[in-house]
């Protein structure tokens, strides 16, 4: 029985090095429960990045030289800043891939207004303003290359938002375009709908909207006298 115990009695050097991992273990765990998730592994792609949204509508504006391109996306409930994040990850994505002279991402929420006539006021979420290369073409504007704004409340069943309207500084939004780590775009319903098999849907819903899209210098393809906010920004008094 002694012979048994010596062959399978522990060497000092594996108790030391059990007892060490254990202990290593030990204090990460306990960093972890003091320190945070988000400081060991980072935060969240959420809290950097935004969240997931899907398409609504897109209208191109197109007067003499300059192309303007206004996208209206929509969300599902989140706080003000998020989506303020998710706009400005979406503007950079359609201005990597159109190299438009201005865009403007109009968030709403997921019970939010599709009608653009009903897209005013307190059923804008959050609406940024992204000018790539800044020149006169909006006065209004003081030549800033980021606008971005948006209520800090929830939204209601309705789809309409309550809270204080908060406008970010210059130094504030080009921090946050920093932190991201990918600029994804918004989900596109009429490409789901062709993948899964609703080729027709797709093709009826596309010329839908191609319907909606404004006409070049025509109609609502004239560009606005003042800044693309004006009809999308959310209003302050409503």
Same mark, same amino acid.
């Given at each position: 029985?002694?012979?048994?115990?010596?062959?399978?009695?522990?060497?000092?050097?594996? #108790? $030391?090095?059990?007892? @060490?991992?254990? +202990?290593?273990?030990?204090?990460? %765990?306990? =960093?972890?429960?003091?320190?945070?998730?988000?400081?060991?592994?980072?935060?969240?792609?959420?809290?950097?990045?935004?969240?997931?949204?899907?398409?609504?509508?897109?209208?191109?504006?197109?007067?003499?030289?300059?192309?303007?391109?206004?996208?209206?996306?929509?969300?599902?409930?989140?706080?003000?800043?998020?989506?303020?994040?998710?706009?400005?990850?979406?503007?950079?994505?359609?201005?990597?891939?159109?190299?438009?002279?201005?865009?403007?991402?109009? #968030? $709403?929420?997921?019970? @939010?207004?599709? +009608?653009?006539?009903?897209?005013? %006021?307190? =059923?804008?979420?959050?609406?940024?303003?992204?000018?790539?290369?800044?020149?006169?073409?909006?006065?209004?504007?003081?030549?800033?290359?980021?606008?971005?704004?948006?209520?800090?409340?929830?939204?209601?069943?309705?789809?309409?938002?309550?809270?204080?309207?908060?406008?970010?500084?210059?130094?504030?939004?080009?921090?946050?375009?920093?932190?991201?780590?990918?600029?994804?775009?918004?989900?596109?319903?009429?490409?789901?709908?062709?993948?899964?098999?609703?080729?027709?849907?797709?093709?009826?819903?596309?010329?839908?909207?191609?319907?909606?899209?404004? =006409?070049?210098?025509?109609?609502?393809?004239?560009?606005?006298?003042?800044?693309?906010?004006?009809?999308?920004?959310?209003?302050?008094?409503?």
């Amino acid at each position: 029985m002694k012979a048994l115990l010596r062959i399978f009695r522990p060497s000092r050097k594996l #108790v $030391l090095i059990i007892g @060490g991992i254990a +202990l290593l273990a030990g204090v990460s %765990g306990g =960093a972890a429960l003091y320190i945070g998730k988000d400081n060991l592994l980072g935060p969240a792609a959420e809290t950097v990045n935004g969240v997931a949204c899907t398409d609504v509508n897109l209208v191109t504006i197109k007067k003499q030289d300059r192309v303007w391109i206004r996208k209206y996306i929509k969300t599902e409930p989140t706080d003000g800043m998020t989506r303020v994040k998710t706009a400005l990850r979406v503007a950079k994505a359609v201005y990597e891939a159109e190299k438009p002279d201005l865009v403007q991402v109009v #968030v $709403l929420d997921t019970n @939010g207004p599709t +009608l653009r006539s009903d897209i005013r %006021g307190r =059923a804008i979420g959050a609406d940024v303003v992204y000018i790539p290369h800044p020149d006169p073409i909006v006065e209004s504007l003081d030549g800033k290359t980021y606008t971005a704004r948006y209520y800090d409340g929830a939204a209601a069943s309705n789809g309409l938002f309550f809270g204080e309207r908060v406008d970010l500084p210059e130094d504030e939004i080009t921090a946050l375009n920093a932190s991201f780590k990918d600029y994804s775009d918004c989900i596109d319903p009429i490409a789901v709908a062709a993948t899964e098999g609703g080729e027709g849907e797709g093709k009826a819903a596309k010329g839908k909207a191609k319907e909606e899209k404004p =006409a070049e210098g025509g109609g609502h393809g004239a560009a606005p006298a003042e800044a693309p906010t004006a009809e999308a920004a959310p209003a302050a008094g409503h």
